[in-house]
């Protein structure tokens, strides 16, 4: 029993306290869920193993094999179970109040926003529509598909789903967040300020865009996902409620309040930094079409 605590005290080089320990546990928990993922191309066997609740240790960068469940479909990675304090109590009412979240399961989620090439391949079986977005002439390719609706986002999972033989879907707004911290609890997974030329939107670098970027801009956060900050707004699987009062504590979907509107997470190009935060929520009426919104796909794993 006196082991583990003298090996963290050498390790860390601080003294022994008990928010040491239980920080370097964490670490370790977070660790080993990846150690002993059987992560194959095509398929995904999660260990139960949890991830710590966030915290402000030392972001721990987790990169592992993607699974790719055809040719044409978006590359995914495991995001582990654990629990999150989702939303932030502060000045943005809808943001609060902060709850606790568990996920007890882990899921696999799109490593990258769907792009151009992986919407065409749906639009070449008839399975969502017979006509590509419009592109406003920025390019297509591995930009971010837009000017989608969230129903036309649901039909593109739906395609998915029967092609491949798995469960995709939107996500819930609580596991984009979850995912989108990847540990952290600072307002980006890099911390409290945008920096510069980290993410793509109105003040996040020397110069305006003006449009989306290819989906692989940036660095990707702790746990492999790329532009969970700006460049595009994502539609999620939640209903618009103002507040997080009754929100489920399992991750699940909020089903109930304004159906019309529905939740988008993430920021895009064209809004200012404030927006692309973990916390912020924000609403559009899932009928709309734009050039700032689009969407990241959820695989569920046995």
Request: hydrophobic share 40%; with cysteine.
């Amino acid at each position: 029993m006196l082991v583990l605590p003298n090996v963290i005290q050498v390790w860390t080089n601080k003294p022994l306290t008990s928010y040491t320990i239980a920080m370097v546990l964490k670490i370790f928990t977070v660790c080993a869920f990846f150690l002993t993922a059987n992560v194959a191309y095509g398929e995904a066997i999660a260990p139960q193993n949890e991830a710590p609740i966030a915290s402000e240790t030392p972001i721990v960068q987790q990169r592992f094999a993607a699974i790719q469940d055809c040719e044409t479909c978006p590359k995914l990675v495991v995001i582990p179970p654990g629990e999150f304090v989702m939303g932030k109590d502060g000045p943005h009412k809808n943001e609060a109040p902060a709850h606790l979240v568990t996920i007890a399961k882990a899921f696999a989620v799109g490593m990258y926003e769907v792009t151009f090439d992986e919407w065409k391949a749906c639009v070449a079986e008839q399975a969502c529509g017979t006509k590509m977005p419009n592109d406003h002439d920025w390019g297509r390719g591995k930009r971010p598909v837009i000017n989608i609706t969230w129903t036309e986002a649901t039909m593109y999972v739906a395609w998915l789903s029967k092609k491949t033989g798995h469960v995709y879907r939107l996500p819930s707004e609580a596991e984009w967040e979850y995912a989108a911290r990847a540990g952290t609890i600072t307002d980006f997974w890099w911390g409290d300020d945008i920096g510069v030329s980290k993410a793509n939107c109105r003040n996040c670098g020397p110069e305006i865009s003006h449009q989306s970027l290819p989906v692989n801009s940036f660095e990707p956060n702790p746990w492999g996902l790329y532009n969970v900050h700006g460049n595009v707004w994502e539609w999620t699987a939640d209903c618009w409620n103002k507040t997080q009062d009754g929100a489920p504590s399992d991750g699940s979907a909020r089903l109930t309040g304004d159906c019309r509107q529905k939740v988008m997470r993430g920021g895009s190009w064209y809004y200012f930094s404030k927006n692309l935060r973990s916390p912020w929520r924000f609403k559009n009426d899932g009928r709309v079409k734009s050039y700032g919104i689009g969407l990241r796909v959820l695989r569920e794993l046995p």
